[in-house]
């Protein structure tokens, strides 16, 4: 699932391909992708100047010169993709914003789970999913102390917490997994078991993880490493069970957390929280 390098990678390009653009035709199939919403809704923001498009955390929010938005979420497998003048249909293009130009901003979705919503904008701020988004992972990602003091609060699994869109804002199954594997953080420890050092080392890692991953993604177009087996996994140990642990050399363990598959390295992420980050690697 798109997380949030991957919405920010599309914010970054939608904010290039239509920012400042006056939208000469919009069109939108009558798919799951409108959750039943007329297509004449959305064919009405013709004409509809685009100021800003904002990332807040895994959504997308375009504001227009009028009071009007539409809220945009990735789902599993959704994009944005730009198609220049006389280019061929996009496969799987479900809305399609065309410029004055001709140019074209398609919305493709093999499977269908993401999802666009128009509404007036001062509608889309009071209420969810954005009414209830915790501070963003990326730009205002909290102090250790508050992530502490939040932690402290609560007796779920810290992979649960981190996962949890109201806690941050932003993080997904693999951010959450590289970030713990990182911090040598075991994913199934309670939250309000960590001390404050390792809630640093978990802060840390989140960073580190994020700018890593957004590093990767680069130019007009995106892979998910889902989406395609030709695809190397550039992950260190998300979706790498039964691999060698890129540190220590042990076999990546796997188990389930809240319904998602989490890998770890029992060496570097010991289940009683004392962690092996910063020691030797086991030796084969």
């Not at 919009?26 to 992708?33: F, G, L, S, W």
């Amino acid at each position: 699932m798109p997380e949030l390098p991957e919405v920010e990678f599309a914010r970054s390009c939608l904010s290039r391909w239509l920012g400042g653009h006056t939208l000469r035709k919009v069109e939108a199939d009558p798919t799951r992708v409108i959750r039943g919403a007329q297509p004449k809704a959305f064919a009405a923001l013709a004409r509809s100047r685009v100021t800003k498009i904002e990332r807040r955390g895994k959504w997308l929010l375009w504001r227009f010169a009028s009071d009007s938005g539409l809220l945009a979420h990735l789902g599993m497998t959704g994009k944005f993709e730009l198609a220049r003048p006389g280019a061929p249909s996009v496969r799987w293009s479900r809305v399609r914003f065309t410029r004055s130009d001709g140019a074209v901003v398609h919305y493709r979705d093999p499977r269908q789970f993401g999802h666009l919503r128009i509404a007036p904008l001062s509608v889309l701020l009071a209420t969810e999913p954005l009414k209830s988004l915790g501070p963003d992972a990326k730009d205002d990602l909290p102090t250790a102390s508050a992530l502490h003091a939040r932690f402290q609060k609560s007796r779920r699994k810290i992979k649960e917490v981190l996962m949890d869109q109201t806690v941050l804002a932003g993080l997904g199954n693999i951010q959450v997994t590289e970030a713990l594997f990182l911090a040598g953080v075991h994913p199934a420890r309670r939250a309000d078991s960590l001390p404050i050092a390792e809630v640093r080392r978990v802060r840390q890692s989140i960073a580190k993880s994020l700018a890593r991953t957004l590093a990767m993604n680069r130019g007009d177009k995106i892979t998910y490493v889902e989406e395609s087996k030709r695809i190397e996994n550039p992950f260190l140990v998300y979706g790498k069970a039964n691999s060698p642990c890129p540190r220590c050399g042990s076999p990546i363990k796997k188990m389930v957390i809240g319904g998602r598959t989490s890998a770890f390295c029992a060496h570097c992420q010991p289940r009683t929280g004392r962690s092996a980050v910063g020691r030797a690697p086991r030796k084969a």
